[in-house]
């Protein structure tokens, strides 16, 4: 009987089957890991592409109209203010009101011994007697000659000579007169008053003195109006239209920290000034207590008007480039909008937009360097958009 055969077919045939299958195994083992590494490698090159989109904090503008104050350094001047110079030559003989003394109109405030003016008056009262004497006999003279005309004993040419000669005469007492007066006005300036009521604010000579006539040098007196201080502000181009006659204003001075004191606009110059940019305004402010000081330092507080809708965003939100002036906004696909905008006003840490932007803009707060239109970004705290659904993928697969 022949030897069984079928044993060792039925091993080789197990072989093949177990090294089919280990073959299998092995390439489905090599198809999955190429596969799985294309997975991530998708992953991560979509979770990079995500994060190399900028993320960005946008928000709504600020609506809401804000009221703003202007703060102009200034000076407080007396509303009324006279320097008083001497209109004779002299000496000072007395004076009558120191620095800080009320005064009232016409008060006496000094007098001045002027003796070359007593002699030019001495003077002009004998050439103004002489002159009258002269004028008398002339007309006397005038007078006889009329009385002879008709006997023939003078002729007529002697007659006129003589009517010339009093009327010469009378126009020298007429000169000697006017200038007599005009050393009586002089000589009333000896005496140095008040102009109007108000406060000594400068005295320049003391006893002794030497005056010299006319306005060289210190004025011997400064009488000032105190009652009503003026205050004179450079107010910047911009800002004029915000500041109109009849602005109230608020006053502070070092003196009296806390306080503020009410100020209103009475005039303008109208004009700008050139070299600064600046229109000048002139406020008035009541001093009736005297509690303010002519020369002070103060700081003119002015509380602009506002409207009551406005579009205010950051001041950080603003891009300068050779093109001009823009605010980055995002639209509904996250995608980068520039906006040409104009500036209303500078409120610090915010700007009121003029022209540019709307209510709706959803502005970047603050835009990256190199930002351009059409560039998409994510929002800050958003839940969805470009990249978020890639992000949580590609952190699963870390």
């Given amino acids: 009987m022949p030897p069984d055969s079928s044993p060792p077919v039925l091993s080789r045939r197990k072989l093949a089957s177990a090294a089919f299958v280990a073959a299998a195994a092995a390439v489905t083992i090599i198809v999955m890991g190429i596969t799985t590494r294309r997975v991530a490698d998708a992953k991560l090159s979509g979770w990079t592409e995500a994060q190399a989109i900028p993320v960005v904090a946008a928000a709504l503008p600020d609506t809401r109209g804000q009221r703003t104050t202007l703060d102009l350094p200034g000076r407080l001047e007396a509303y009324t203010q006279a320097q008083i110079y001497a209109r004779v030559s002299g000496y000072l003989k007395d004076w009558k009101a120191d620095i800080g003394t009320p005064v009232k109109v016409g008060q006496l ?23 009258k004497a002269n004028l008398t006999l002339a007309q006397a003279t005038l007078q006889r000659g009329q009385t002879l005309i008709p006997s023939g004993a003078i002729s007529k040419a002697d007659l006129e ?30 005496r140095i008053t008040a102009p109007f009521d108000g406060l000594v604010t400068a005295r320049n000579t003391d006893i002794g003195a030497l005056i010299n006539a006319g306005a060289a040098g210190a004025p011997l007196f400064v009488v000032s109006d105190t009652s009503k201080l003026r205050v004179y502000v450079n107010v910047p181009q911009n800002f004029v239209p915000s500041v109109p006659i009849g602005t109230r204003a608020k006053i502070s001075v070092p003196e009296h920290p806390g306080r503020t004191f009410p100020a209103i606009v009475q005039a303008s110059a109208q004009a700008v000034d050139a070299a600064s940019g600046t229109t000048r305004i002139m406020l008035v402010v009541n001093n009736a207590a005297h509690e303010l000081m002519t020369g002070d330092f103060a700081n003119i507080s002015f509380e602009l008007p506002h409207p009551e809708i406005a579009i205010n965003v950051p001041a950080s939100a603003l891009i300068f480039d050779q093109s001009g002036l823009f605010v980055a906004t995002v639209d509904r696909h996250n995608r980068v909008r520039l906006n040409p905008v104009t500036i209303s006003r500078d409120l610090g840490k915010q700007v009121e937009i003029g022209s540019g932007l709307g209510v709706d803009d959803r502005v970047i707060e603050s ?22 659904t890639e992000t949580a993928a590609a952190a699963e697969s870390r």
Wanted: aromatic share 2%; no cysteine; proline share 5%.
């Fill in 109 to 131: 405030l000094g007098e001045i011994d002027a003796p070359d003016l007593d002699q030019q008056i001495m003077q002009a009262e004998a050439t103004l007697a002489s002159a």
């Fill in 161 to 190: 000579q003589r009517a010339a000669d009093a009327g010469n005469r009378e126009g020298l007492l007429k000169a000697a007169q006017a200038n007599l007066d005009r050393l009586r006005v002089l000589e009333q300036y000896e």
């Fill in 367 to 388: 835009p990256p360097d190199g930002i351009a239109s059409g560039d998409t970004v994510r929002i800050a705290g958003a839940t969805g958009g470009p990249g978020a």
